[in-house]
Nanobody, 121 residues
Framework: QVQLVESGGGSVQAGGSLRLSCVASGSILAIKDMGWYRQAPGKQRELVAVMITGGTTNYADSVKGRFTIARDNARNTRYLQMNSLKPEDTAVYYC???????????????WGQGTQVTVSS
């Protein structure tokens, strides 16, 4: 059974920094892409940053230059370094991975439970 577990959320003042971590565990044969989404109250879930096989990254325009996604392939871990945080970054951040779990399985989409990030002005 595959699990994605996030950590590192919390409360910070505007201009501050946080680092999120996401560890994928279980019977994982391959990861096609893995990254972060967020959902603010009353809004739809949106892509924040994703890294695909080979290291290519994609960021939402609103976080470019402030957020950086990094990986530790040996540990099936992705990090999201968030700098210069703004109140509008306040949301629940979810880890997402498109991966192949176990022999004979299909590629599937997996989500973590989410971690709250609150930025005060």
């Amino acid at each position: 059974q595959v699990q994605l577990v996030e950590s590192g959320g919390g409360s910070v003042q505007a201009g501050g920094s946080l680092r999120l971590s996401c560890v994928a565990s279980g019977s994982i044969l391959a990861i096609k892409d893995m990254g972060w989404y967020r959902q603010a109250p009353g809004k739809q879930r949106e892509l924040v940053a994703v890294m695909i096989t080979g290291g290519t990254t994609n960021y939402a325009d609103s976080v470019k230059g402030r957020f950086t996604i990094a990986r530790d392939n040996a540990r099936n871990t992705r990090y999201l370094q968030m700098n210069s945080l703004k109140p509008e970054d306040t949301a629940v951040y979810y880890c997402n991975a498109h991966l192949l779990a176990g022999l004979g399985s299909n590629w599937g989409d997996y989500w973590g439970q989410g971690t709250q990030v609150t930025v005060s002005s």
